[in-house]
């Protein structure tokens, strides 16, 4: 038996049937149902009232094609994707991915995911998540415009400021919110809040493009504080270079400690005297280059072709780049160079293996859900702002930003103790918080 529960495992099997050759979309599903054995166990009207069963299975999934013309006045095809996954405590709240990599199994996942880390925010928002497998890099302004206005247009009809509120994700920032909320509006004559992490001259709220990296920085200072330690001279390893990436560096200087590495799908960089954030900024947000540029421009650091950035000695971990990027190789060589604490600044980027050597090994794991809920719930303070036609200065938002992580913290910490005894165990702790205030709605609102 995989799952130390009959009827969890016997859950996981039909899951498996029913979702065939979705494997990132199973191992969430796998990763949430291990957490939820002592819940089981202690409530059992859980599986009376099927809402494990309802939790798994999407509200709504919406597959659409998306066709649009590219410079050369070609017609190209790409999938567009929108998972309603869970509605119980809120709109579908969830960001857009845009990236090769993009497919209902990568979109279900996220949405899963997704459900969970909205509810542990606190804020009242379901999940979601939508994307398409359209590429942006070495795409012209022109043709990423064409683009999300081809998929705007169609998932225009799904989506509202009170259904379902997409943001960014890989491959969506601020330029490809801003052309498809341009769509939205000429198309449904409405100015509302219908997407986050709009600019600031339209609705957009200050301190979104830094909450993710920011609140993974407070969530981690959390998990020092309860070892009594601080960020203050430790050696900080981070993948990715992209806005999650980007501002967990600037915040993790800013509270004392070095950061030695990005990287990009291509390679990584080590600067032994730490990353100066602004190259960093400049190549990936101004020029939308690649990180190798990087070691041209700052004497002393080396560019290394390859995924071999956790090979660098440090005391804390920050996978920042995307999912199942640390396996259970990269974990033992940190484990033995090491490190301390990991948290997951993307979204399930430690494969199941690499867990388990991080929870074996006695290193302090924040888990996605709760490490990187950063973001979304920053975008729930910009549909709060938006609701109210106000806007909140920097500081008002980044300190609900700290409160909301320490919260996070908090609350797993609670519930890991309440259920595993080991308030250490984040997994199990943000996995079941997140759960219970979910399901407990569910069996409120009746069988739906
Ligand atoms: P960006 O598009 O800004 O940056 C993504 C970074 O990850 C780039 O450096 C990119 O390199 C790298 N990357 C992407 N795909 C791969 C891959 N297959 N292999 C290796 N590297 C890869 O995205 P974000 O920073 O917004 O997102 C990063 C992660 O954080 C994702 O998992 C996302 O879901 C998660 N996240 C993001 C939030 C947000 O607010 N933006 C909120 C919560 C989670 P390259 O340029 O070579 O592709």
Redesign the pocket.
């Known amino acids: 038996m995989e799952i130390k529960n009959q009827y969890l495992n016997d859950l996981l099997v039909k899951v498996t049937k029913r979702n065939a050759g979705e494997n990132e979309f199973l191992q969430a599903v796998k990763e949430v149902f291990e957490s939820l054995v002592p819940v089981v166990e202690k409530r059992p009207e859980l599986i009376s009232s099927g809402v494990i069963e309802r939790l798994v299975e999407p509200e709504r999934f919406i597959q659409f094609r998306v066709a649009w013309t590219d410079d050369k006045n070609q017609v190209q095809v790409n999938r567009g994707f929108r998972v309603q996954y869970n509605g119980a405590i809120g709109p579908y709240k969830g ?1 857009l ?1 845009l ?1 090769p ?1 993009v497919c209902s199994s990568v979109i279900k996942f ?1 949405g899963f995911e997704q459900v969970f880390k909205n509810s542990l925010t606190g804020l009242p928002m379901g999940g979601g998540k939508g994307g398409s497998d359209f590429d942006p ?1 070495g795409k012209s302004d022109m043709e990423v415009m064409r683009f999300c206005q081809s998929f705007m247009t169609e998932l225009c009809k799904h989506i509202g400021p009170d259904t379902d509120v997409p ?5 969506v ?1 601020g330029r490809e919110i801003g052309f498809m909320f341009g769509q939205y509006k000429r198309l449904r004559n409405e100015f509302t809040g219908v997407l986050t992490g709009k600019g600031l001259t339209y609705g957009g709220s200050l301190a979104r493009t830094q ?2 990296g920011y609140g993974l920085c407070y969530f981690v200072n959390n998990m020092l504080a309860a070892k009594n330690t601080s960020f203050k001279g430790k050696t900080v390893v981070i993948s ?6 980007i501002y967990a560096a600037e915040k993790a200087i800013q509270l004392g400690a070095k950061v030695v590495s990005v ?4 390679g990584y960089i080590y600067d032994k005297n730490g990353i100066n954030v602004g190259v960093v900024q400049q190549i990936k947000e101004v020029e939308r280059g690649r ?1 190798k540029e990087y070691a041209t421009r700052v004497p002393g650091s080396v560019y290394t072709e390859g ?1 071999g950035v956790w090979s660098i000695p440090c005391d804390i971990a920050l996978p ?4 199942n ?1 640390l396996n259970g190789d990269d974990a033992a060589l940190l484990i033995k160079n090491g490190v301390k604490f990991v948290a997951e ?3 399930m ?1 430690s494969t199941p293996e690499a867990v388990e050597a991080f929870l074996a090994n006695d290193v302090f794991f924040g888990p ?1 859900k709760a490490a ?1 809920a950063g ?2 719930a920053t975008s729930g303070l910009e549909m709060s702002q938006n609701s109210q036609r106000l806007s909140w200065t920097f500081e008002e938002v980044d300190a609900k930003l700290e409160g909301i992580m320490k919260a996070i913290f908090d609350n797993s910490t609670k519930a890991a103790a309440e259920y595993t005894n080991n308030a250490d165990n984040l997994v199990a702790g943000a996995n079941i918080a997140g759960f219970l205030k979910v399901a407990n709605t569910m069996i409120a609102q009746g069988v739906l």
């Not at 943001?167 to 491959?171: K, L, P």
């Not at 920042?320 to 999912?323: D, K, N, S, V």
Request: negative net charge.
């Open positions: 960001g991915r990236h990599s996220l890099k943001a960014g994700d890989i491959g920032g909450a993710t990715g270079s992209g806005n999650v990436a990287s990009d799908s291509a990180i995924n920042c780049a995307t999912q990027e600044g993307a979204n980027p996605a990187n973001g979304v």
